[in-house]
T-cell receptor
Framework: NAGVTQTPKFQVLKTGQSMTLQCAQD?????MSWYRQDPGMGLRLIHYSVGAGITDQGEVPNGYNVSRSTTEDFPLRLLSAAPSQTSVYFC????????????FGQGTRLTVV | EDQVTQSPEALRLQEGESSSLNCSYTVSGLRGLFWYRQDPGKGPEFLFTLYSAGEEKEKERLKATLTKKESFLHITAPKPEDSATYLC????????????FGKGTMLLVSP
């Protein structure tokens, strides 16, 4: 069982470059979310989706875009990377709004130089 | 605004030395308090969900308890493999399954 798969695991970008962090889940979960984890800050919600075609902003959405065209995939786009976006990014999925357990991917460590 | 504060930031124990981690929270209406374990370089892994004061849940050497203001994660006779960062989180309001996390407690258990 794959669960939540994130790619790539590591990435180095130059300031101003764009990229997409991929997230896929094979559990047919409705809810998917993106978090970033920074030292001393804990995990913070970037964007989330409650189903295909529906997305909304979390606590720290600036500089990031998302879309949800299928149940399985929830990519996170950085349009113009900034050093402040250096972080570890985690994708999570939950069965539905009553789901008690969020399943997390292994993370993408992004460095913007 | 929902807030989650975990203490201590770091804890070092000897193998077999029991202790507790604290999670203090403020929320307008509790819709679930969660405990996760995170190993270095990995994503958080679900441990427990608690919904109401007085509730307790156990898994191996771990027991989570809940009051109206705090949750404790009790670790009984820990082993080195229990070393990890333990995260506490609240389900955010609005009916959506997203989480507000504390900063975590890093636990190191020495043999």
């Amino acid at each position: 069982n794959a669960g939540v798969t994130q790619t790539p695991k590591f990435q180095v970008l130059k300031t101003g470059q764009s990229m997409t962090l991929q997230c896929a889940q094979d559990m047919n979960h409705e809810y998917m979310s993106w978090y970033r984890q920074d030292p001393g800050m804990g995990l913070r919600l970037i964007h989330y989706s409650v189903g295909a075609g529906i997305t909304d902003q979390g606590e720290v959405p600036n500089g990031y875009n998302v879309s949800r065209s299928t149940t399985e995939d929830f990519p996170l786009r950085l349009l113009s990377a900034a050093p402040s976006q250096t972080s570890v990014y985690f994708c999570a999925s939950t069965r539905d709004h009553l789901g008690t357990e969020a399943f997390f991917g292994q993370g993408t460590r992004l460095t913007v130089v | 605004e929902d807030q989650v504060t975990q203490s201590p930031e770091a804890l070092r124990l000897q193998e077999g030395e029991s202790s507790s981690l604290n999670c203090s929270y403020t929320v307008s209406g509790l819709r679930g308090l969660f405990w996760y374990r995170q190993d270095p370089g990995k994503g958080p892994e679900f441990l427990f969900t608690l919904y109401s004061a007085g509730e307790e849940k156990e898994k191996e050497r771990l027991k989570a308890t809940l009051t109206k203001k705090e949750s404790f994660l009790h670790i009984t006779a820990p082993k080195p493999e229990d070393s990890a960062t333990y995260l506490c989180a609240l389900r955010t309001p609005g009916g959506y399954s997203t989480l507000t996390f504390g900063k975590g407690t890093m636990l190191l258990v020495s043999p």
